[in-house]
């Protein structure tokens, strides 16, 4: 089999035609899911963009592979010590080792393992090809070498091709000669005059007055990136930027699609769409990051075209994305590891029934360091350490009818709230029994003062955000559990 895996970075499922957006931002990849399988409840178990790539590739929670922040002890695997064999479990057990089994030749088109020192990320890769840009280059480039790739050695029978573009990640750099594909003109949003005022006065990094972290300047090679959030205008220029990121993407998604058809391979070659994570746009004051349990940062899209199955397939059970790579290793043949968490959703790509999951756990600690449980409805948001932002340690929201996040309602509805920590409660202990050291890597996160991007920021924001009329948050937050241990 032939697999194309399109790796959007931070790509929201809600900006692409397919999923329901009213700008025309991807209309290749809407035709792509017109022709196979459109899932629209996948979450990553894991965010930021690490913890869900180690989870997609080891098939395994980041609470048991070890990787849950972008930096100190847990940003890399456990260790195997002494049962460590001349190959380490994951270079055995990752998803291209086992596609390799089945004769997959495969290969690596991103800059993600040099820009997270992620080395596991290759294990099990033939081939890598790393354009040493530290995730600052453009679909462009990307494309351009997927297609020599495809030139090369897309005649081959069995291959597995990982093609990650970065473009909707900020800072927003999609190249000045790009035309927008859509007239100038504000685009539909749920953030009105009540929502700015309200984000203006909110602490944290990437908030409304820290666009760009911790209050640091713009820079003038990214003028589509905003630095602030104060006028409609404002929340404009940063719909259009990430959107004209989504679509530069998009184009150079149909170009790879081009040549697989100049090749004589498109239809028989599998092609999947999807992403590490999503982005909070607005949603609980952060702007342009990935912060948080919540359902903007994990849930994300995934579009499956499988030679042979049937086009117009849409999925609405509850799954996570190591479940993709359950699924890919049984459409090619192989047996799916027993100590992997993914199960196979195959029989829907295939046509078939499948009953999903019940209740999703999503878990972060690359700023705050938070776990949320999906149900029902329902999205209960458990925060240990707020990064920052002030969050209470219960949340809870209404997905149906607050979809943006707007209404915690963890103070009217204690029985959900009650419902949801007992299901993190079972989970955890179920981690618990089948991780190394039965340690639970978020309390390790906690030890080192938080996540990896707020650990020692503490007294230079405070006066931050003093010196911009935040004086109540940094009195509140100095106040607040923010251990540091320097």
């Known amino acids: 089999m032939r697999i194309v895996y399109i790796d959007i970075d931070t790509l929201r499922l809600d900006h692409l035609g397919c999923y329901g957006h009213s700008r025309p931002t991807s209309p290749n990849i809407d035709a792509l899911a017109a022709a196979g399988a459109r899932f629209e409840q ?19 929670f980041g609470f048991r592979n070890g990787v849950v922040n972008h930096g100190g002890e847990r940003a890399d695997p456990h260790p195997e010590g002494p049962s460590r064999g001349r190959q380490s479990h994951i270079a055995r057990r990752s998803l ?37 840009t530290d995730g600052m280059e453009t679909a462009d480039q990307v494309g351009r070498e997927a297609i020599d790739w495809l030139i090369r050695r897309g005649h081959l029978d069995d291959w597995f091709l990982h093609v990650h573009f970065w473009d909707p990640h900020t800072p927003y750099r999609t190249p000045a ?24 006065q909110l602490p944290g990094p990437h908030s409304a007055q820290d666009v760009l972290g911790f209050g640091t300047e713009p820079d003038s090679a990214f003028p589509r990136q905003p630095s602030r959030i104060r006028t409609g205008d404002d929340v404009q220029a940063m ?43 607005g949603e609980l004051g952060i702007y342009g990051d990935h912060q948080t349990a919540d359902a903007m940062t994990h849930r994300i899209p995934l579009i499956v075209k499988w030679p042979g199955a049937p086009a117009g397939v849409v999925d609405r059970r509850l799954r996570y994305h190591l ?54 409805r329902w999205l209960y948001i ?45 989970w955890t202990a179920q981690m618990l029994a089948r991780t190394p050291g039965s340690t639970d890597p978020l309390q390790t996160v906690l030890g080192e003062g938080g996540g990896y991007y707020v650990r020692h920021r503490l007294a230079d924001y405070l006066d931050r955000l003093r010196a911009t009329g935040r004086a109540d948050w940094a009195d509140r937050l100095a106040a607040g559990r923010h251990p540091d241990p320097d």
Do not use: K
């Not at 599998?270 to 999503?278: E, I, Q, R, T």
């Open 177 to 200: 000669e790009y035309p927008s594909p859509w007239p100038a003109g504000p685009t539909e949003t749920w953030i009105g005059a009540e929502e700015l005022s309200a984000h203006w």
């Open 382 to 426: 458990r925060t240990f350490h707020d990064g920052f932002h002030g969050f209470p340690e219960h949340m809870l929201f209404d997905l149906e009818n607050d979809p943006y996040e707007r209404h915690d309602l963890a103070g009217r509805r204690p029985a959900e709230v009650a419902q949801a920590s007992g299901l993190l409660e079972q």
């Open 96 to 132: 291209p080792a086992l596609l390799g089994r089945t004769g997959h030749w495969c290969s690596t088109i991103s800059t993600f393992g040099e820009r997270h020192s992620a080395f596991q990320w290759y294990a099990g890769f033939n081939e890598v090809l790393n354009l040493g």
């Open 239 to 281: 719909l259009d930027g990430y959107d004209l990121g989504v679509s530069f993407a998009d184009h150079h998604v149909g170009r790879i699609l081009e040549h697989l058809d100049r090749l004589g391979l498109l239809d028989d070659t599998a092609v999947v769409v999807s992403s590490d994570h999503g982005e909070n746009l």
């Open 323 to 376: 479940d993709l790579a359950a699924t890919l290793v049984d459409l090619t043949g192989t047996p799916v590891p027993d100590e992997w968490d993914g199960t196979s959703f195959a029989d829907v790509v295939t046509g078939g029934e499948d009953p999903g999951r019940d209740h999703l756990v999503l878990s972060c600690a690359a700023w705050s360091t938070q776990r949320a449980v999906r149900f029902d």
């Open 42 to 60: 996948v979450y990553a178990s894991d965010s930021p963009c690490l913890p869900s790539r180690a989870a997609l590739m080891t098939g395994t």
